[in-house]
């Protein structure tokens, strides 16, 4: 006979933690539809497949559950809905990328985060297996949840790169900038960088149209390297928690918050009530 071991959590609580996730992603639900039935109604077909795409989205978290026999903490499926619906409602259909700068930013971060604890759990998951003769320190949990953050964030920067040139949008957004520096302007060809500054205007000349940039135009470099930078922060800071985590195990709130437990086997459910 197979015991179960004993805990001391509220048997109340996962029931209250998954009911107010169900309510938050009842309203996230319920939004998407609206505003995928408003730009339906305005023709606006590509923001109605966002809302298409988002809806599915929605569905990933308790798909991955089923698929590792997980559950994850309300903190993290929480979130994970709300990164979601600012992603793609408010980020792509109401132009919140564009119209506040630091949007894009937030959410690079707190996907760095997020890849992070998902990266981690995977690899405690196994580390916690019985049947898998695997023990890792806690030093190379940290690392390989920061690897894997960092590596989503650059296939994440490939793919944006991709569909810009391919389909000819602009998720890597432009930034204006002052100055620059470049051997493309050394007549010397010596790799000497020259510098150019205190950029006023830039006009940009085509067969058909003429603009005008208060500045020089950097095309995604700057959109790109920020974006991995605070990926970088997100994954770091979640690394470090993790650590902290694994080293005494339990103890911390924060980390279990968004760190998925494994779900117990049905056959052992039922050995532990006999």
């Not at 920061?146 to 432009?174: A, N, P, R, Y």
């Not at 205190?198 to 095309?219: F, K, M, P, Q």
């Amino acid at each position: 006979m197979k015991k179960t071991p004993q805990t001391t959590t509220n048997p109340e609580t996962p029931v209250k933690q998954s009911r107010f996730a169900s309510i938050v992603w009842i309203v996230l639900v319920t939004i998407v539809v609206i505003v995928g039935i408003r730009n339906a109604m305005q023709g606006q077909w590509e923001s109605v497949l966002t809302c298409i795409l988002t809806l599915l989205l929605f569905f990933a978290p308790s798909m991955i559950e089923k698929q590792l026999h997980i559950k994850l903490p309300t903190a993290m499926e929480v979130t994970v809905f709300v990164f979601i619906f600012c992603a793609e409602i408010l980020g792509e259909i109401e132009c919140y990328y564009i119209k506040y700068k630091f949007w894009d930013t937030t959410l690079h971060t707190v996907n760095g985060f997020l890849f992070a604890a998902f990266g981690f759990c995977l690899v405690d998951l196994l580390n916690e297996n019985q049947r898998i003769k695997l023990q890792l320190s806690p030093i190379f949990l940290a690392v390989v949840s920061f690897c894997f953050s960092m590596t989503i964030g650059i296939m994440w920067e490939f793919f944006e790169f991709s569909v810009d040139h391919t389909l000819k949008k602009d998720m890597q957004k432009d930034t204006v900038i002052r100055q620059f520096q470049s051997v493309m302007l050394d007549e010397t060809q010596s790799n000497i960088p020259i510098p150019v500054q205190n950029i006023e205007r830039t006009t940009i000349e085509t067969a058909d149209e003429t603009y005008t940039i208060d500045g020089y135009l950097d095309i995604g470099l700057t959109d790109t390297m920020k974006d991995l930078f605070v990926n970088f922060i997100g994954a770091t800071v979640f690394s470090c928690i993790g650590f902290a985590y694994v080293k005494h195990r339990g103890k911390n709130a924060l980390a279990a918050a968004f760190i998925p437990v494994v779900e117990a086997p049905a056959e052992d459910t039922a050995d532990g009530e006999q």
